[in-house]
């Protein structure tokens, strides 16, 4: 049962390196959603998107881009990274309407 | 502009005895609402949610009340348990939207002591 996996766990970059947080779902689950949490902060919605396909913006995409080519996989990637970006990057799939979003562990990210 | 509000940061209970976690919401479009409970170094688990059709959701020891006129919304843990010692976050979504797009509150620590 891998439900939601997120990789890396942790990771440092320089100012204006660029990376790829990686997400990948087992559980067939259309809809799929990047947050990230800031220290004593709740999530906030990055990108979300509702097929392979479809992406749309949440509530705080710059400096950020996604892409959804499977069903299974919904890659983050930020292009320059600035020190505004440091923070814990989750995603989470949800199936039908009536279901919660399962979330993955998470990926630690500090950028110096 | 905070849609979903948690005031209290903190909360500190006895094991044993009630927990209740608050959240306040201004946004009259939400209609479809979740707790969500978090260990350190972990993902958000869901615990219990409620559509605004209903006033109350039960689930074993976890109970969700919702009052629409005061946009308010209340988690209530009867017993609490060491283990219910996590970070409590509520969320809202608009249901209809078919999105899942979710909003969430700040989050409340909650210490349950032994």
């Known amino acids: 049962n891998a439900g939601v996996t997120q990789t890396p766990k942790f990771r440092i970059l320089k100012i204006g390196q660029s990376m790829t947080l990686q997400c990948a779902q087992d559980?067939?689950?259309?809809?799929m959603y990047w947050y990230r949490q800031d220290p004593g902060m709740g999530l906030k919605l990055i990108y979300y998107?509702?097929?392979?396909?479809?992406?749309d913006k949440g509530e705080v995409p710059n400096g950020y881009n996604v892409s959804r080519s499977t069903t299974e996989d919904f890659p983050l990637r930020l292009e320059l990274a600035a020190p505004s970006q440091t923070s814990v990057y989750f995603c989470?799939?949800?199936?039908?309407?009536?279901?919660?979003?399962?979330f993955g562990d998470g990926t630690r990210l500090s950028i110096l | 502009d905070q849609q979903v509000k948690q005031n209290s940061p903190s909360l500190s209970v006895q094991e044993g005895r009630i927990s209740i976690l608050n959240c306040d919401y201004t946004?009259?479009?939400?209609?479809?609402f979740l707790w969500y409970k978090k260990y350190p170094a972990e993902g958000p688990t869901f615990l219990i949610s409620?559509?605004?059709?209903?006033d109350k959701n039960e689930d074993g020891r976890f109970t969700v009340f919702l009052n629409k006129s005061a946009k308010h919304l209340s988690l209530h843990i009867v017993p609490s348990q060491p283990g219910d010692s996590a970070v409590y976050f509520c969320?809202?979504?608009?249901?209809?939207?078919?999105?899942?797009?979710?909003?969430f509150g700040q989050g409340t620590t909650l210490q349950v002591k032994p």
């Open positions: 559980m067939n689950h259309n809809y």
């Open positions: 989470a799939s949800r199936g039908q309407a009536n279901q919660p979003q399962h």
């Open positions: 946004n009259s479009m939400f209609d479809y």
């Open positions: 409620i559509s605004s059709i209903k």
């Open positions: 998107s509702v097929g392979a396909g479809i992406t």
């Open positions: 969320a809202a979504s608009e249901f209809s939207s078919n999105t899942g797009k979710l909003i």
